[in-house]
Each structure stands twice: as structure tokens, then as C-alpha cells.
């Protein structure tokens, strides 16, 4: 059920698929960087933070057994470990102070090993590692660059509809589960700056004011569905999903209209 639940999802995971991207080499989690964002303007350190323990949480659950871990969907944890050094990177550049904090070097290290590993033992004792840095226990040395962490057919077709799934599921139980949705949204929002960076990846560079405008309208959908689920509003938080996955089928439209 896990893997046809991960498989199935968002819309994006199958419309994303084909000929919109231009395959480039794979970066490091500290690629070129570029202007650091103020990210509290579309995500807030608490919710970044709280999503990189919602990831770890979900991660251990997929090494209890190497019967679970073969279970996992194909590039699970590729597509994990590229989404919490995004995190990372985020939370030590932050503009907002946070616990975790000085923790964000060595998070980013453990998550980037996390995405390279290749079998059942490397996998469990990255996550290991990455739970003792996010307890303030490990250690990274590489300056942390805003940048490219995964490749762009990797960030919208895995790891997008990887946090959509979560926030559907979360708006399913908002009531018990509105600080995840926040978490979830928050990491949404973070997506869809670093997006920014990737016009000249896509088959349509010469419209980068356009893909700009969709991932605006992404960012912006999902800082407002984390903001209504801290504020306990349902039926906001339900409206600016609509909004939120509107702004990608509006970008399908013009980037990809043959999946449309």
C-alpha cells in the first residue's frame, strides 16, 4: 500500500514525466550559490525545522527491516535525503534563529550521504546519522550556498508530489495533524524558490518570466496554507491547496502542454 501510495499521488509525478526537462549533472547541496532569499517572508524556521523531524521521523520507519526497506519506492531515499539538505541549507541561512540552527552543516552532510546510499546497512546508518545531527550531535564542513541541490526532473517529479501526498493526507485529519500541514507547506514554499533557480534546465528557457511567475504563484499558495493551518482554519487552508495546485497545472500548460 505504501508504494502504490507513493507512486500514485500528485498529478505532477506523471505530468512532469517525459521531455520538459534537460537532464544536467548532478550538484552538491553546496552547488553555486546565488542571492540568499529571506526566506521568512514564505517559510519560517519552526515549520523548516519541524519538517526535518517529520522527514527523519518517516525515514526510520523505512529501515525498521530490510523487508521495509526493499518495500520503499524506488529513489525514496534519493528523493529524501536532496529534500532535507534543501531544508538545511534553508535553515542556516535563515533569517529567523531557530534550535536547530547550528545543527544545519552537519544535517545537510548526513542528508546528502543519505542520497547516495546504495543498500539496506548504508541506508540505516545514514539516518542514524542524519537523526544524531538534528539532535545537535554531528558535524559538517562545507559552507552552506543557496543553490541547486537535486536535478530539476528529480525536485517537481519526486520530491513535489512527495510533500503533496503529506498534505493531502495531513488536510484529511487537519484537526489533529494542522502543524504538519504547516511543515509540509512551509517546505513547499521553499521548493518553489529554489525552483527559480532552474529556468535555463527547463526545454524553454526563453520563458523564464513566465516559470518565475508560476513558481511565485506556488510559493506564495503554499505560505498561505501553512499560515491558515497555524491559524486552525480549515476551509482557508482547503482553498489555498486549490490555489496551490492550480499554480502547477497553469505552469503544465505552458512548460509541458502535451501532458496536460
Given at each position: 500500500m505504501?508504494?502504490?501510495?507513493?507512486?500514485l499521488?500528485?498529478?505532477?509525478?506523471?505530468?512532469?514525466?517525459?521531455?520538459?526537462?534537460v537532464v544536467t549533472?548532478?550538484?552538491?547541496?553546496?552547488?553555486?550559490?546565488d542571492?540568499i532569499?529571506?526566506?521568512?517572508?514564505?517559510?519560517?524556521?519552526?515549520d523548516?525545522?519541524?519538517?526535518v523531524?517529520?522527514?527523519?521521523?518517516?525515514l526510520?520507519k523505512a529501515v525498521v527491516?530490510?523487508e521495509?526497506y526493499?518495500?520503499q519506492v524506488?529513489?525514496r531515499?534519493?528523493?529524501d535525503?536532496?529534500t532535507i539538505?534543501?531544508?538545511a541549507?534553508?535553515?542556516?541561512?535563515h533569517?529567523?534563529?531557530?534550535?536547530?540552527?547550528h545543527?544545519?552543516?552537519?544535517?545537510?552532510?548526513?542528508a546528502q550521504k543519505?542520497?547516495?546510499t546504495?543498500d539496506?546497512?548504508?541506508t540505516?546508518q545514514a539516518?542514524e546519522?542524519?537523526k544524531?545531527?538534528?539532535?545537535g550531535e554531528?558535524?559538517?564542513s562545507?559552507?552552506?550556498?543557496?543553490?541547486?541541490v537535486s536535478?530539476?526532473?528529480g525536485?517537481?517529479?519526486?520530491e513535489?508530489?512527495a510533500?503533496n501526498n503529506?498534505?493531502?493526507?495531513?488536510?484529511r485529519?487537519?484537526?489533529?495533524r494542522?502543524?504538519?500541514?504547516a511543515?509540509n507547506a512551509?517546505?513547499?514554499?521553499?521548493?518553489?524558490?529554489n525552483?527559480n533557480?532552474?529556468?535555463a534546465d527547463t526545454?524553454?528557457?526563453?520563458e523564464?518570466?513566465k516559470?518565475?511567475?508560476?513558481?511565485?504563484q506556488?510559493r506564495?499558495?503554499a505560505g498561505?496554507?501553512a499560515a491558515k493551518?497555524?491559524a486552525?482554519?480549515?476551509?482557508g487552508?482547503?482553498?489555498?491547496?486549490?490555489?496551490?495546485?492550480?499554480s502547477?497545472h497553469?505552469c503544465h500548460?505552458?512548460?509541458?502542454?502535451e501532458?496536460k
Amino acid at each position: 500500500m505504501r508504494r502504490l501510495q507513493a507512486l500514485l499521488g500528485f498529478e505532477m509525478a506523471t505530468i512532469l514525466l517525459g521531455t520538459l526537462f534537460v537532464v544536467t549533472p548532478t550538484p552538491t547541496f553546496a552547488s553555486d550559490g546565488d542571492s540568499i532569499p529571506k526566506f521568512s517572508t514564505f517559510a519560517s524556521a519552526d515549520d523548516l525545522a519541524a519538517e526535518v523531524k517529520l522527514q527523519i521521523a518517516d525515514l526510520e520507519k523505512a529501515v525498521v527491516d530490510e523487508e521495509e526497506y526493499k518495500s520503499q519506492v524506488e529513489g525514496r531515499f534519493i528523493r529524501d535525503g536532496n529534500t532535507i539538505a534543501l531544508i538545511a541549507i534553508a535553515l542556516g541561512l535563515h533569517d529567523q534563529d531557530h534550535p536547530i540552527k547550528h545543527c544545519a552543516k552537519a544535517i545537510a552532510a548526513a542528508a546528502q550521504k543519505l542520497a547516495q546510499t546504495k543498500d539496506f546497512a548504508g541506508t540505516k546508518q545514514a539516518i542514524e546519522d542524519l537523526k544524531a545531527a538534528a539532535n545537535g550531535e554531528g558535524k559538517g564542513s562545507s559552507e552552506l550556498k543557496w543553490g541547486k541541490v537535486s536535478k530539476l526532473p528529480g525536485l517537481m517529479k519526486d520530491e513535489v508530489p512527495a510533500i503533496n501526498n503529506k498534505l493531502k493526507t495531513g488536510l484529511r485529519h487537519f484537526k489533529k495533524r494542522s502543524s504538519d500541514v504547516a511543515a509540509n507547506a512551509a517546505t513547499m514554499a521553499l521548493i518553489a524558490e529554489n525552483a527559480n533557480l532552474y529556468v535555463a534546465d527547463t526545454k524553454k528557457p526563453g520563458e523564464g518570466q513566465k516559470w518565475t511567475e508560476f513558481d511565485s504563484q506556488m510559493r506564495a499558495a503554499a505560505g498561505d496554507l501553512a499560515a491558515k493551518a497555524h491559524a486552525g482554519d480549515e476551509a482557508g487552508a482547503k482553498t489555498a491547496m486549490d490555489k496551490l495546485e492550480k499554480s502547477c497545472h497553469d505552469c503544465h500548460a505552458v512548460f509541458n502542454p502535451e501532458k496536460k
